[in-house]
């Protein structure tokens, strides 16, 4: 077994086979708690999802998913729901995101439950953890771990969580093999390597499911650059925004071949018609990923993402895989 030490870089470029590991898992020896959970999910109760970080934005296509089905379905940070809106949770189905399942929100909103007759599904890549240990049904992602920042974790978490949403086309492991095959193609493609640049605000920007692939995008960049990024939706940065946009504002937008596609490519022609620099990920688009259906994008766009963090971390001379604050 190899004894190289882990780096984000290979977090990076190791996902296709961490992705391969999880559907292993979820299509194999898990496939019938996967099944089980998402029943539940679609039982007819009220749903809550909840995680902290990156755990909180993996969580952003879940909902809109079963938004769409008509499911009662809102996404809430762990830490305000344990301590301002707990008693949305009562007689609830709580989908609980911890990649440890150990966060200190994560334990406090299992013991503050005991008494709300909710389910509790705890999505968690750690075995051992309390949110696997307490929850009605743990669904283990099982991908390897990462060095700091959750990357391969993510991307694995994200998978089983969009086969949970019960949508058509995210159910069987055949289906994830497109999504499998571009990733694969994007760890190592050619890439632009001063994208974003350090002179200027950076906005990061996607619509539907790609709102959470914005969020963890912008999280990417303060953890692993040390670099300040903001994220919006794009209906929000039109209506505001847009205003302070001149020669040095960059943004990364998010442009899956959806339902979105119009006003995103229309969002950006004005960014940049204003003297703004704009990458768009989508497929044909700046930084382009096979065509692949809307469903599976936000497993396979934020690749691109995390390649333009790292690459900004290397410019910047950041301490890659080391953290100040926590």
Same mark, same amino acid.
């Given at each position: 077994?190899?004894?190289?030490?882990?780096?984000?870089? *290979? $977090?990076?470029? #190791?996902?296709?086979?961490?992705?391969?590991?999880?559907?292993?898992?979820?299509?194999?020896?898990?496939?019938?708690?996967?099944?089980?959970?998402?029943?539940?999910?679609?039982?007819?109760?009220?749903?809550?999802?909840?995680?902290?970080?990156?755990?909180?934005?993996?969580?952003?296509?879940?909902?809109?998913? @079963?938004?769409?089905?008509?499911?009662?379905?809102?996404?809430?940070?762990?830490?305000?729901?344990? *301590?301002?809106?707990?008693?949305?949770?009562?007689?609830?189905?709580?989908?609980?995101?911890? =990649?440890?399942? =150990?966060?200190?929100?994560?334990?406090? %909103?299992?013991?503050?439950?005991?008494?709300?007759?909710?389910?509790?599904?705890?999505?968690?890549?750690?075995?051992?953890?309390? @949110?696997? *240990?307490?929850?009605?049904? &743990? @669904?283990?992602?099982?991908?390897?771990?990462?060095?700091?920042?959750?990357? =391969?974790?993510?991307?694995?978490?994200?998978?089983?969580?969009?086969?949970?949403?019960?949508?058509?086309? %995210?159910?069987? *492991?055949? $289906?994830? /093999?497109?999504?499998?095959?571009?990733?694969?193609?994007?760890?190592?493609?050619?890439? /632009?390597? #001063?994208?974003?640049? #350090?002179?200027?605000?950076?906005?990061?920007?996607?619509?539907?499911?790609?709102?959470?692939?914005?969020?963890?995008?912008?999280?990417?960049?303060?953890?692993?650059?040390?670099?300040?990024?903001?994220?919006?939706?794009?209906?929000?940065?039109?209506?505001? &925004?847009?205003?302070?946009?001149?020669?040095?504002?960059?943004?990364?937008?998010?442009?899956?071949?959806?339902? $979105?596609?119009?006003?995103?490519?229309? %969002?950006?022609?004005?960014?940049?018609?204003?003297?703004?620099?704009?990458?768009?990920?989508? &497929?044909?688009? #700046?930084?382009?990923?096979?065509?692949?259906?809307?469903? %599976?994008?936000?497993?396979?766009?934020?690749? &691109?993402?995390?390649?333009?963090?790292?690459?900004?971390?290397?410019?910047?001379?950041?301490?890659?895989?080391?953290?100040?604050?926590?």
């Amino acid at each position: 077994m190899s004894r190289t030490p882990r780096t984000v870089e *290979r $977090d990076v470029q #190791d996902q296709p086979q961490a992705l391969s590991i999880v559907l292993d898992r979820m299509f194999g020896e898990g496939r019938m708690a996967l099944d089980g959970a998402r029943a539940t999910v679609l039982s007819g109760r009220p749903v809550i999802v909840t995680g902290m970080g990156a755990s909180f934005h993996v969580a952003v296509p879940l909902v809109y998913h @079963l938004s769409a089905m008509g499911v009662n379905a809102n996404l809430i940070e762990t830490g305000e729901l344990v *301590r301002h809106r707990l008693l949305l949770c009562r007689n609830a189905v709580v989908v609980v995101i911890s =990649q440890s399942g =150990q966060t200190n929100e994560t334990v406090e %909103l299992l013991d503050a439950m005991t008494e709300l007759n909710a389910i509790t599904i705890g999505v968690t890549n750690e075995e051992p953890g309390a @949110l696997a *240990r307490r929850a009605h049904l &743990p @669904l283990i992602v099982g991908s390897p771990r990462d060095t700091v920042f959750a990357v =391969q974790t993510y991307m694995g978490a994200m998978a089983v969580l969009l086969s949970l949403s019960g949508r058509p086309g %995210l159910l069987e *492991r055949g $289906d994830f /093999e497109p999504a499998s095959q571009a990733v694969q193609a994007l760890v190592s493609a050619p890439m /632009e390597g #001063d994208f974003p640049k #350090d002179d200027g605000p950076l906005y990061v920007l996607g619509r539907g499911p790609s709102v959470g692939s914005a969020r963890a995008a912008a999280l990417w960049f303060h953890e692993i650059a040390h670099m300040s990024a903001t994220p919006m939706t794009g209906g929000i940065f039109r209506h505001g &925004p847009i205003e302070a946009v001149g020669r040095a504002f960059q943004v990364i937008g998010f442009a899956p071949k959806d339902i $979105d596609l119009t006003a995103n490519l229309a %969002l950006a022609e004005d960014i940049r018609g204003a003297g703004g620099a704009v990458r768009l990920i989508g &497929p044909d688009r #700046d930084w382009a990923y096979p065509e692949i259906s809307p469903l %599976l994008a936000p497993l396979v766009e934020i690749v &691109p993402a995390q390649r333009a963090a790292l690459a900004a971390a290397l410019a910047r001379g950041a301490p890659l895989g080391e953290t100040r604050f926590r």
